[in-house]
């Protein structure tokens, strides 16, 4: 399990890098170990523990980026208008795409 300082170091990479945290997923038992690191941003309980980040865009849709929070990392990318009217759907698309590849990565 991840613990709060490696999320920290996880926050301050993308931050350096230009990504606004926007949302977080949190299993009952991580939320319980990391405490209030992640005040000021929609927190979600979850069967999976990930950071939601975005950025603005150079042109075109913004860049939403999850990022699994793990020690291993992994990330999906994708680039979304939020005004459209299936934004919270792809959203939730992306977060089901990183729940399949997280848990194939667990049972191989």
């Known amino acids: 399990m991840i613990d709060a300082n490696e999320i920290n170091e996880i ?3 993308y931050k350096k890098y230009g990504w606004e945290l926007r949302r977080v ?3 009952a ?3 319980e170990n990391v405490g209030d690191i ?5 927190v979600a309980e979850s069967d999976i523990d990930a ?3 975005s950025r603005p865009p150079q042109l075109g849709a913004i860049a939403w980026e999850i990022r699994h ?4 990392p992994y990330a ?4 979304l208008d939020e005004s459209d009217a299936g934004f919270e759907g792809a959203l939730r698309a992306v977060e089901t795409r990183l729940r ?3 848990s194939k990565t667990r049972t191989a």
């Open 11 to 13: 926050l301050t990479t």
């Open 25 to 27: 997923l949190l299993t």
């Open 29 to 31: 038992e991580v939320k």
């Open 38 to 42: 992640f005040t000021g941003v929609s």
């Open 51 to 53: 950071a939601w980040f």
């Open 69 to 72: 929070l793990s020690t291993a």
């Open 76 to 79: 999906l990318l994708e680039h």
């Open 100 to 102: 399949d590849a997280v």
